[in-house]
């Protein structure tokens, strides 16, 4: 007996069947789109058809890669805003650099140009460090004893006076700058020729004129020059500008208050002149004075001895009533 499946299981034709006609039909629609391009309309129709299903399945898609992307791109962009803001940091560096190499140029040339000027020797010298007392105003060259500097010597910049070494060591010294309040320089007027001596102020970078009288002619823009009278300090050598006279009639001395010229606190090379610190030699009026005084009390000494000894005999004689010593001796009558 045969078995049969019920007719809601019928298969119909068999798979190989299907997969015969199938490929009957793929080979004839083939050749027809080819040879007469009869499926061109058709397909152009299913693709419309199927246009929007098919953004719609590539939606997920470009939605990666645009977020791949973003951050690709956001990730390149930092790096090269790094790399730019480095090398801007870098030109800025090197910027910074060469306009300080073209001041301190511009700088050196103003000292050459001085030092050709002044009519002394002088030596370079720059700036290492500032004094570790914080109440004084000094710094500390590189220059010393062994390149000729020696205590006294005046520092000049290119617009005038700095200061004066204070001390010094082989390869090093140290400079009073002079806005200190211990240093003091002989200075007069360039309009005029009134002579004074300005003061350190300290801290404050500024100058005072000391001891000068009310009706003095002096007045606010005056500037002030070395005098040379103290042999150190070259005469003629900007010192400081007059910024404040103050009279009143109740003081018997003004108050003027002087500004430095010269780069005190802006310049790091400075140049020492080499002079002689040495006191000037002069006349020794002093040592004289004593030498006479003593010749003096010396033959005050001698007359007032044989006046003693003139009385001491006249007093002998008139004891002895001897009038012969009297007569040899009229100094000593007289005085009996």
């Keep these: 007996m045969?078995?049969?499946?019920?007719?809601?299981?019928?298969?119909g034709a068999s798979a190989r069947a299907?997969?015969?006609?199938?490929?009957?039909?793929?080979?004839?629609?083939?050749?027809?789109?080819?040879?007469?391009?009869?499926?061109?309309?058709?397909?152009?129709?299913?693709?419309?058809?199927?246009?929007?299903?098919?953004?719609?399945?590539?939606?997920?898609?470009?939605?990666?890669?645009?977020?791949?992307?973003?951050?690709?791109?956001?990730?390149?962009v930092e790096k090269e805003n790094q790399a730019l803001r480095s090398r801007q940091g870098e030109r800025a560096q090197q910027l910074q650099q060469a306009q300080q190499l073209a001041a301190e140029n511009a700088q050196l040339r103003k000292l050459l140009g001085v030092a050709q000027r002044v009519p002394v020797k002088s030596v370079m010298s720059e700036i290492l460090y500032d004094a570790r007392d914080q109440f004084a105003r000094k710094v500390i060259m590189d220059r010393g004893s062994q390149h000729g500097v020696a205590t006294g010597q005046p520092v000049i910049d290119d617009a005038g006076i700095v200061g004066q070494v204070t001390r010094v060591f082989p390869f090093t010294s140290e400079v009073t700058l002079l806005t200190d309040k211990d240093q003091a320089i002989p200075v007069q007027v360039?309009?005029?020729?009134?002579r004074s001596v300005a003061y350190g102020r300290g801290q404050s970078?500024?100058?005072?004129?000391?001891?000068?009288?009310?009706?003095?002619?002096?007045?606010?823009?005056?500037?002030?020059?070395?005098s040379g009278i103290d042999g150190v300090y070259p005469a003629g050598l900007s010192v400081?500008?007059?910024?404040?006279?103050?009279?009143?009639?109740?003081?018997?001395?003004?108050?003027?208050?002087?500004?430095?010229?010269?780069?005190?606190?802006?310049?790091?090379?400075l140049l020492i002149l080499l002079v002689d610190p040495s006191p000037?030699?002069?006349?020794?009026?002093?040592?004289?004075?004593?030498?006479?005084?003593?010749?003096?009390?010396?033959?005050?000494r001698l007359t007032e001895s044989s006046r003693d000894k003139t009385r001491e005999a006249a007093k002998e004689a008139v004891k002895d009533n001897n009038p012969e010593a009297a007569r040899k001796n009229p100094q000593g009558a007289g005085v009996r």
Excluded: W
């Design 280 to 300: 000037i030699a002069r006349p020794d009026d002093e040592a004289a004075v004593p030498n006479s005084k003593a010749d003096m009390l010396s033959k005050r």
């Design 190 to 194: 360039l309009r005029n020729g009134l």
């Design 2 to 11: 045969e078995y049969s499946p019920p007719p809601l299981f019928k298969q």
């Design 18 to 76: 299907k997969a015969v006609i199938c490929t009957l039909l793929a080979l004839a629609l083939l050749i027809a789109d080819s040879r007469v391009h009869a499926l061109q309309l058709l397909r152009q129709a299913v693709g419309t058809a199927l246009y929007p299903l098919q953004m719609v399945a590539l939606m997920p898609r470009d939605a990666s890669n645009r977020v791949v992307d973003y951050f690709s791109s956001l990730s390149s």
């Design 240 to 269: 400081a500008k007059v910024v404040q006279v103050e009279t009143k009639s109740a003081d018997a001395f003004a108050h003027i208050v002087c500004e430095p010229i010269a780069g005190i606190d802006r310049h790091t090379q």
């Design 205 to 226: 970078g500024y100058l005072d004129l000391r001891f000068m009288s009310s009706n003095a002619d002096i007045k606010k823009g005056d500037v002030l020059v070395t």
